[in-house]
């Protein structure tokens, strides 16, 4: 957490509704450092077994829209 302080990284958190008190953890610790780190959340409702499938999907996904590279199929 001290790197985030002094660093001011941002953070993209895939998590399911299940990991909510652990988000609130890293939200108020965040807010503490203040501000210098920023947190999207993407919330999956569906259960923590399936949930990396789903985020290892999205990863990608984001990736090729940041990388400017079309998905085809």
């Known amino acids: ?5 002094q ?18 953890e890293l939200r108020f610790k965040l ?6 780190g920023k947190l ?9 077994l399936t949930a990396p499938v789903y985020a290892s999907l ?3 996904l984001i990736g090729d829209m940041l990388s400017g590279r079309e998905r085809r199929g």
Request: glycine residues 2%; proline residues 2%; negative net charge.
């Open 1 to 5: 957490m001290q790197r985030l302080e």
């Open 40 to 48: 999207a959340e993407i919330i999956m409702h569906t259960d923590p």
């Open 7 to 24: 660093q001011g990284i941002f953070l993209l958190v895939f998590a399911t509704d299940v990991e909510a008190d652990i988000l609130r």
């Open 31 to 36: 807010s503490i450092a203040q501000n210098k």
């Open 58 to 60: 999205i990863a990608e």
